[in-house]
T-cell receptor, first 113, second 107 residues
Framework: NAGVTQTPKFRILKIGQSMTLQCTQD?????MYWYRQDPGMGLKLIYYSVGAGITDKGEVPNGYNVSRSTTEDFPLRLELAAPSQTSVYFCASSYRVREETQYFGPGTRLLVL | RKEVEQDPGPFNVPEGATVAFNCTYSNSASQSFFWYRQDCRKEPKLLMSVYSSGNEDGRFTAQLNRASQYISLLIRDSKLSDSATYLC????????FGTGTSLTVIP
């Protein structure tokens, strides 16, 4: 199993540009999550999904959108990039309820200039 | 008030030392607790879950004190490879991560 994979690894965006961060897991996990981690800070939950077709907001959803059309994929969309969205983005998944161990992808480093 | 708080450190300890980290949580309804390890510029990885009765995994011991709302991680006989940031995680319907405690084990 590849586990949780994320693309791209690194991206530079200009203010106002849009992009999609890709996340795929091959563990047949129901739950998937998007976090952002700013320097010296803990991870903050952006959005999560409990299964295909179901998504919900986390702690910091503003400026982002998600979709979950399949069990495997959970893309994160930035519509109008802002410097405040410069961060490292981690996707994670877990099998059952949200309290289960989460498996993280390697992260996407995003710089908005 | 943050949901989960931990001392950011850094903790610099010699090889073979014992080091302890504490973490407090604000929501008394939190049900699940974990310690994750994060190496520099890498993703977090589960170190261990934290059970009410306390649990041990080799050199690592985790404790939960619900009355005082804190969890702890004890590392015995520190190795150079233990150098990392340790994230405390707690929650019920949603996970909350602490900002992490930095540990450097010195030869």
């Amino acid at each position: 199993n590849a586990g949780v994979t994320q693309t791209p690894k690194f991206r530079i965006l200009k203010i106002g540009q849009s992009m999609t961060l890709q996340c795929t897991q091959d563990m047949n996990h129901n739950y998937m999550y998007w976090y952002r981690q700013d320097p010296g800070m803990g991870l903050k939950l952006i959005y999560y999904s409990v299964g295909a077709g179901i998504t919900d907001k986390g702690e910091v959803p503003n400026g982002y959108n998600v979709s979950r059309s399949t069990t495997e994929d959970f893309p994160l969309r930035l519509e109008l990039a802002a410097p405040s969205q410069t961060s490292v983005y981690f996707c994670a998944s877990s099998y059952r309820v949200r309290e289960e161990t989460q498996y993280f992808g390697p992260g996407t480093r995003l710089l908005v200039l | 008030r943050k949901e989960v708080e931990q001392d950011p450190g850094p903790f610099n300890v010699p090889e073979g030392a014992t080091v302890a980290f504490n973490c407090t949580y604000s929501n008394s309804a939190s049900q699940s607790f974990f310690w994750y390890r994060q190496d520099c510029r890498k993703e977090p990885k589960l170190l261990m879950s934290v059970y009410s009765s306390g649990n041990e995994d080799g050199r690592f011991t985790a404790q939960l004190n619900r009355a005082s709302q804190y969890i702890s991680l004890l590392i015995r006989d520190s190795k150079l490879s233990d150098s990392a940031t340790y994230l405390c995680v707690g929650g019920g319907n949603q996970f909350y991560f602490g900002t992490g405690t930095s540990l450097t084990v010195i030869p």
